[in-house]
């Protein structure tokens, strides 16, 4: 049984408007399926508990919204090994179909969702705050420069009109340009894999991906993969706040590796202390502002249709 969300609040209503095409095209083939409109990430999150609780041995659901509605789907399943999980992506950024190969396409996109074996695994991140709290992404978590352009991106006057001329990538580079500008750094201690503690100057970002991009197609580790067990960490240190202007066009090429400023390194868990405290983010959303983060890959863990 096929069971679909449809987000009527990402991407400028492109979901809702989506459905009924691909209604049309699940009754031409005799499919199966049941579906609910979502209007808000809460929602999006209880109802997954509900197909997760239903018992279908075969259970597909499919979401139909952007990288905030699929966080909440990750964050609402109570049981991984319950359903299969397909996107048709209608956001904004649409990181998360980035990294499974879907597209805007919805015909394409449908059809592999159908086609799908339901044998492929990808893997997913965990974050853990100092109160203990835990939060599920599938893309990225970060403190920093991306967290900083995560949240003026989704709390952006201009991002219904951007959204609205099928420009939904050019939210993420105007907020970028807006951070560059006034962008305070830190200093931070990081721990990899519980091994010795390594001091890290006047920290730009650190981006834990477990896809390559991030904030509509930025590769922020570029050399990530969400299928391998581990988790990419991107990070740039002691920076000049004007340099981030000069170097910006070079992330969004996915050549910031080539400087010395720049690092990317692999791990299964990361510990990290910053002394002030630093915007931080899961997927676009929110985390507050932290001190300390625990970062850890939870390998093979959702089963995707794609």
Known sequence: MYYILISDHGG???AVRLFPKIEKILKARGIQYRYWKSSSNHRAAEIVQEVCNLGDPDARF???GGD???NAVLNGITNFDALKLGLIPTGSGNDFARGIGVNKNYKKTLKKILAATGKRKIDLGQVTKAD???HIFGISCGIGMDAVIGRKADTASYKKLLNKLKLGTMIYLVAALDTLSHLQCTDAKIRIDDK?????KDVFYLAFMNCRTEGGGIPMAPNATNDDGKL???YATGMKRWAGFLVFPFILLGL???????KEITCQKIEV???DAQTCHFDGEALGENTNLTVEILPQKLTVLA
């Open 132 to 134: 203990g709290s835990q």
């Open 232 to 234: 990419s960490v991107g």
């Open 68 to 70: 905030g509605t699929m």
């Open 12 to 14: 400028g209503g492109r």
């Open 196 to 200: 010795e503690e390594i001091a890290l």
């Open 256 to 262: 910031q590796n080539k400087f010395k400023k720049f």
């Open 62 to 64: 499919i979401v139909m």
């Open 273 to 275: 202390t910053c002394k």
